[in-house]
């Protein structure tokens, strides 16, 4: 599946390596209160540092739209230096490479880690535009991809600098990516199942029709089931319905008919007249949702319905929450997919966003085969795209 370089194929002692990185974290008053993504790049950054390469990282951080002191990474340099047990210079520089990262990198010595400032400080990054691209170039031998975060933008950072540094490859986390993502979609063990949820079919479009030429089932709960119901001609109440896709969502639901796949929706609903927690609710089948009433999170019918569908499944790939899962009363959908996933034999893959953010948050993380990092990235490879940032990395 992999046909990439990987750091296991570098020569790096003595080189400079520049290493794409997603250090995106989120932060309150300069503080990070989630420090998954540095974490998930240790093992190739402790790889190139074993094999005494001097390891320059780099990364953006929200989107500001020029130098911007609250989207600054030097917390994330701060952290990765307890993390990973040395430190990690921080040459503060709004031009990301100007005088400061230059002398830096200049005095590095084998095995010295350096984070460069937030690649957006300079506007050029998103344009992918040949300048920054080359300053990045400038200061490596080697270039390494392991930001599958970012792999869907075709940006300096992760496709530009590959045009002027000789030698190219992904990372770890981007390698593992790559192989479950691609591997669960391009060449499962059967049954394969797919979850999809989340709130507009808008947004899963070109997922679902590219899903329904693979799987063997394919469920789909969250707000983006009002919609295929509505189109059926049920009673949708005030849910959430995106009415120019219904004849889409009728195309889908005759396309897996032809394609011999069972096709899942939920056949009970718990609705709420108001959007927030603490409201009253109840539970209603599908096509009961009155007027004034919404649909927020999939029934305990549903519940079990989609529990028995992944019993038995040898691959299941989930992407998108059953239900508002913020609010704690209707998250019950969204955990109990969570926990049926957690008692499957076979390979579970989630893939990034709030379904990811659901499993860790509720303590299923490791019996998870695979949590992506990238919730859009992982979202376009599952639509069958080829993602800029994964193709621009050299070849075996």
Known sequence: MLNKKTVDDLQVKGKRVLVRVDFNVPLIDGKITNDNRISAALPTIKKLVKDGGKVILCSHLGKPKGPDPSATLAPAAVRLSELLGQEVKFPADDAVVGENAKKAVSEMKD??????E??????????????????????????????????????????????????????????????FLGNAVNNPERPFVAILGGLKVSDKINVINNLLEKVNTLIIGGAMAYTF?????????TSLVEEDKLGYALDMIQKAKDKGVKFLLPV????????KN??????????????????????????????????????????????VFEFPNFAKGTIAVAAALAEVHGTTVIGGGDSAAAVIQMGFADKMTHISTGGGASLEFLEGIELPGVAAVQDK
């Open 118 to 179: 937030n690649t957006r400080f300079r506007k050029e990054e998103t344009k992918n535009d040949d300048a920054f691209s080359k300053d990045l170039a400038s200061l490596a031998d080697i270039y390494v991809d392991d930001a599958f975060g970012s792999s869907h933008r075709a940006h300096c950072s992760t496709v530009g600098v590959t045009k002027f540094v000789p030698v190219s490859a992904v990372g770890y986390l981007m390698e593992k990516e790559i192989q």
């Open 268 to 275: 009970d609903t718990v609705v709420v007249k108001e959007f």
């Open 278 to 323: 603490d409201t009253e609710y109840k539970t209603v089948p599908t096509g009961g949702i009155e007027d004034g009433w919404m649909g927020v999170d999939i029934g305990e019918k549903t519940r079990g319905l989609f529990a028995d569908a992944v019993k038995d499944a040898k691959t299941v790939v989930w992407n998108g929450p059953m239900g």
């Open 111 to 116: 095995g010295d880690v350096i984070l460069l």
């Open 229 to 237: 119901m509505k189109a059926q001609g049920y009673g949708v109440g």
